[in-house]
């Protein structure tokens, strides 16, 4: 139909989600489109603007979308649990667990990102590993530096329930002697004028100079930019080349703390988990430990 009538832009949304599914655009941009189609279906008949055969038309093809839609999202899932699957193979044939490991669900690391983490630990064979968040990757990374016979694990985790978890997860699979998870608090941390709820590392002692961050927590919930202060309140206590890992990148905050650490300390990214989910960083070369941090109060 021409001349600007009512059905024109249906039509070109419904051209745009076709091109969509070709694509493979996300399941949220799916849904998206599924609801904005239903939703014009829904207006217009009740509208009345559309004729009993153009709300036929437009009922059939709002049931091609929703079947699409519903055969995509069956086959990313399918694609989403290979990937979990090879993952965790992948480390059960790399680690050796004595027993099984713990499920990976709800707040756990994805396999792919553990799986990572311990790629990590045996090309960089670091001396000492620090965690922000202790979990299913204190396990992983414990498991890994005993494998190694090198190098030891301090995770910081805020949460009591949490941290007890995690240490009988380490007596149980016998790996308690390569980590250690101290129950920190969060207290206030002023940083470049604004404040943040951050550990309190007036308490912690690191044994060395820290070859591995791992960056999990405090939870993005907490606040804006939640997990940025590990930058700058730790920069000074990595070793030269040391190598930063954060975790949830798919979402607008940590992809902000990225490029602020990336203006602020000089870190690259130089790599990513394989769900893309994770950022690797790296410290550049020759960079004054502290260079660019401000103003830093506790």
Same mark, same amino acid.
């Given at each position: 139909?021409?001349?600007?009538?009512?059905?024109?832009?249906?039509?070109?949304?419904?051209?745009?989600?076709?091109?969509?599914?070709?694509?493979?655009?996300?399941?949220?941009?799916?849904?998206?489109?599924?609801?904005?189609?239903?939703?014009?279906?829904?207006?217009?008949?009740?509208?009345?603007?559309?004729?009993?055969?153009?709300?036929?038309?437009?009922?059939? %093809?709002? *049931?091609?979308?929703?079947? &699409? #839609?519903?055969? @995509?999202?069956?086959? +990313?899932?399918?694609?989403? =649990?290979? $990937?979990?699957?090879?993952?965790?193979?992948?480390?059960?044939?790399?680690?050796?667990?004595?027993?099984?490991?713990?499920?990976?669900?709800?707040?756990?690391?994805?396999?792919?990102?553990?799986?990572?983490?311990?790629?990590?630990?045996?090309?960089?064979?670091?001396?000492?590993?620090?965690?922000?968040?202790?979990?299913?990757?204190?396990?992983?990374?414990?498991?890994?530096?005993?494998?190694?016979?090198?190098?030891?694990?301090?995770?910081?985790?805020?949460?009591?329930?949490?941290?007890?978890?995690?240490?009988?997860?380490?007596?149980?699979?016998? %790996?308690? *002697?390569?980590?250690?998870? &101290? #129950?920190?608090? @969060?207290?206030?941390? +002023?940083?470049?004028?604004? =404040?943040? $709820?951050?550990?309190?590392?007036?308490?912690?002692?690191?044994?060395?100079?820290?070859?591995?961050?791992?960056?999990?927590?405090?939870?993005?919930?907490?606040?804006?930019?939640?997990?940025?202060?590990?930058?700058?309140?730790?920069?000074?206590?990595?070793?030269?080349?040391?190598?930063?890992?954060?975790?949830?990148?798919?979402?607008?905050?940590?992809?902000?703390?990225?490029?602020?650490?990336?203006?602020?300390?000089?870190?690259?990214?130089?790599?990513?988990?394989?769900?893309?989910?994770?950022?690797?960083?790296?410290?550049?070369?020759?960079?004054?430990?502290?260079?660019?941090?401000?103003?830093? #109060?506790?």
């Amino acid at each position: 139909m021409a001349g600007g009538s009512p059905m024109s832009p249906l039509s070109g949304r419904l051209a745009r989600y076709v091109a969509g599914v070709r694509n493979g655009l996300s399941r949220d941009d799916l849904g998206g489109a599924l609801v904005i189609a239903l939703g014009a279906a829904a207006v217009g008949m009740a509208g009345g603007w559309i004729g009993p055969a153009a709300g036929r038309w437009l009922a059939l %093809v709002t *049931a091609l979308v929703a079947g &699409l #839609t519903m055969q @995509l999202a069956v086959l +990313r899932g399918m694609r989403e =649990q290979a $990937r979990r699957s090879e993952a965790i193979l992948a480390l059960t044939m790399a680690l050796k667990p004595e027993v099984p490991l713990p499920v990976f669900s709800g707040w756990a690391v994805h396999p792919t990102l553990a799986r990572l983490l311990v790629t990590t630990v045996f090309e960089q064979r670091p001396g000492m590993i620090v965690e922000c968040g202790s979990g299913i990757s204190t396990l992983v990374f414990a498991y890994a530096v005993r494998t190694l016979g090198h190098g030891s694990v301090v995770s910081l985790e805020h949460d009591p329930v949490y941290a007890e978890q995690t240490r009988s997860w380490l007596r149980v699979h016998g %790996v308690s *002697a390569w980590a250690q998870v &101290l #129950t920190v608090p @969060l207290v206030p941390h +002023r940083l470049n004028g604004h =404040q943040w $709820r951050w550990y309190d590392l007036t308490t912690v002692q690191f044994p060395a100079p820290i070859d591995l961050l791992f960056v999990d927590g405090p939870p993005g919930g907490l606040q804006r930019l939640s997990r940025y202060p590990a930058g700058p309140l730790l920069a000074q206590r990595l070793a030269n080349e040391a190598i930063m890992i954060l975790d949830d990148v798919h979402r607008f905050d940590e992809r902000a703390i990225v490029s602020r650490w990336a203006v602020e300390l000089g870190w690259r990214v130089i790599g990513s988990s394989s769900d893309h989910s994770a950022a690797v960083l790296m410290r550049t070369a020759g960079l004054v430990s502290g260079q660019g941090l401000g103003q830093v #109060t506790s």
